[in-house]
């Protein structure tokens, strides 16, 4: 499939994602936990990936027994779930941190909570530092946008994480 497809594919499932994601939050409730797995390249289901999005999601199910799993799917950007929380996002974040912290490919995870329709509550709000880059040590975010590393390199790490995942 050629790069402009896949972009176009990510594309709608990210708008999608954004879609469901307004329509949940504007519902009100205290916080809203949207899983995801942060996997960099257009594979977005590696091998290990559906064990890693499983255990992440049976974690937070517990974290939170009192929760309300609203949707789980699989799209072009890979699986994805939505759940509220009737509980103080920040406590929220922080139970989501550690799970994110739990297993060495769980920083693949993806956990946003939100507060509200236009707050995401990140580690920063904790006092905590930015998620760091798989090949070195600065904030992902910054390796990200200036594009640091080889993408082949990033994903070869992430397949590294998830090679230690059962399928």
């Known amino acids: 499939m050629s790069s402009a497809r896949f972009a176009d594919k990510f594309l709608a499932a990210r708008e999608a994602r954004q879609e469901l994601l307004s329509r949940t939050l504007s519902a009100g409730r205290p916080a809203t936990l949207f899983v995801s797995l942060n996997l960099p390249g ?3 289901s590696p091998p290990g990936a559906t064990w890693l ?6 974690q937070i199910a517990e974290a939170f027994p009192g929760s309300l799993l609203l949707a789980t799917d699989r799209d072009a950007l890979g699986h994805f779930a939505l759940r509220v929380v009737d509980a103080d996002p920040l406590a929220v974040k922080r139970r989501c941190i550690a799970i994110e912290e739990s297993h060495p490919a769980a920083r693949l995870l993806d956990l946003d909570v939100y ?4 707050v995401q509550i990140g580690r920063t709000s ?4 930015a ?5 070195c040590d600065q904030p ?3 390796c990200m946008r200036a ?4 993408v082949g390199e990033v994903i070869g790490l992430a397949h590294e994480l998830l090679a230690h995942c059962r399928a």
């Not at 999005?53 to 049976?58: L, T, V």
């Not at 594009?147 to 080889?150: K, P, S, T």
């Open 53 to 58: 999005f499983r255990r992440g999601c049976a």
């Open 126 to 129: 904790l006092g905590l530092p």
């Open 42 to 44: 257009p594979d977005k």
């Open 147 to 150: 594009r640091r590393h080889a």
């Open 131 to 135: 998620r760091r880059c798989l090949v």
């Open 140 to 142: 992902a975010v910054d």
């Open 115 to 118: 507060a509200s329709e236009t």
